[in-house]
């Protein structure tokens, strides 16, 4: 059985993302999808737990949106689940390692430049450190002379 680990941060390119990993999937199929966040710790927010329920509860809906619009194959079992911390990658990365996933699925930002070197690349950084292939996924060239 195919195991993909998919990693979306509710930008505009996680539904791409989520697609391609869909659709990777359903040719692997029966296949596993983890859809997995990286939720940024709110030290006000005494109630983690609800963040990450929460975020699950969107990644959900974020999957069935884009099952309802390209009608992806039902043999794909789904797991869900959102991880806070500072560092997306080292968490995409220790998830990876964690379900032995086969690959990763991650969306790029198509920042070019100063603004990659200020901000970091996650899914460089994953590239760089998983244990399995990573499939970047790039968003519409329209939106990256957007940002």
């Known amino acids: 059985m195919l195991r993909l680990l998919v990693a979306l941060d509710f930008s505009d390119c996680s539904?791409?993302?989520?697609?391609?990993?869909?659709?990777?999937?359903?040719?692997?199929?029966?296949?596993?999808?983890?859809?997995?966040?990286?939720?940024?710790?709110?030290?006000?927010?005494?109630?983690?737990?609800?963040?990450s329920e929460h975020a699950c509860d969107e990644l959900r809906r974020?999957?069935?949106?884009?099952?309802?619009?390209h009608g992806h194959s039902a043999d794909v079992r789904l797991q869900f689940s959102a991880h806070p911390g500072s560092s997306p990658?080292?968490?995409?990365?220790?998830?990876a390692r964690a379900i032995r996933a086969d690959a990763v699925v991650v969306g790029t930002h198509?920042?070019?430049?100063?603004?990659?070197?200020?901000?970091g690349s996650v899914a460089e950084a994953v590239v760089r450190h998983a244990p399995c292939s990573v499939l970047t996924v790039k968003p519409p060239l329209r939106h990256i002379h957007s940002d």
């Open 110 to 119: 198509g920042r070019r430049g100063l603004d990659r070197l200020l901000l």
């Open 62 to 69: 974020l999957v069935e949106t884009e099952r309802g619009h």
């Open 15 to 51: 539904p791409l993302t989520l697609h391609t990993a869909l659709e990777v999937a359903a040719r692997g199929a029966p296949a596993e999808l983890h859809v997995m966040t990286v939720i940024a710790p709110d030290p006000d927010d005494l109630a983690s737990m609800s963040s």
């Open 89 to 95: 990658a080292e968490i995409i990365v220790a998830h």
